[in-house]
């Protein structure tokens, strides 16, 4: 049952995928990368909720080309630190944004994520507490959501619209915008 969920939810990112028509290999997610990250963030998000806290790693690649997953850090409720592995070719971070409260702006990634993927030269991914999943660009300076509420896990007390209109993509200086509304 679990797979088949997976897969439904996998087919549900192809039909809304901002770049899914569009795709730049070596830039863009492979579906492989896209369907490793929401199993493991399947996984995390009901600990992350019930912790009040995020969680967060990296996705990379093993020398024999397979992708993998650090053990999830738990972080605070707003902020968390990977550990770098040294197993791996890191290609990502991952972390995700806690439970729904509404003292945060939670539904997009923060400028703080961006910034610090683009330091690593890495790009990234976040789990919000509505259940979306956003992909995070470094090379091109923005974020982009590959799938939308309730695609992952989602909080309990999640309460939809309360951050506005959320829109399926964002530069760096779009989010800055939005985040400062």
């Given at each position: 049952m679990a797979d088949f969920m997976r897969a439904l939810r996998l087919a549900t990112c192809i039909a809304v995928l901002p770049f899914a028509v569009t795709a730049r290999p070596g830039v863009d997610p492979s579906w492989e990368e896209i369907d490793f990250v929401m199993g493991v963030l399947e996984d995390l998000q009901p600990v992350s909720f019930r912790k009040e806290r995020e969680y967060c790693g990296y996705i990379g690649r093993y020398p024999d080309?397979?992708?993998?997953?650090t053990e999830p850090e738990a972080g605070t409720q707003a902020?968390?630190?990977p550990v770098w592995p040294s197993d791996m070719v890191v290609i990502a971070s991952f972390h995700t944004h806690g439970t729904f409260d509404t003292g945060y702006f939670n539904e997009v990634p923060s400028d703080v994520d961006m910034q610090g993927?683009?330091?690593l030269?890495?790009?990234g991914w976040?789990?919000?507490p509505g259940g979306r999943l956003w992909f995070v660009d470094s090379k091109d300076n923005q974020t982009r959501m590959v799938c939308g509420i309730g695609c992952l896990p989602r909080a309990t007390l999640f309460y939809k619209g309360i951050n506005g209109t959320i829109e399926k993509a964002y530069t760096y200086d779009e989010l800055l915008e939005k985040l400062g509304e």
């Open positions: 080309g397979s992708l993998g997953a902020s968390c630190l993927d683009r330091a030269g890495i790009n976040v789990a919000t």
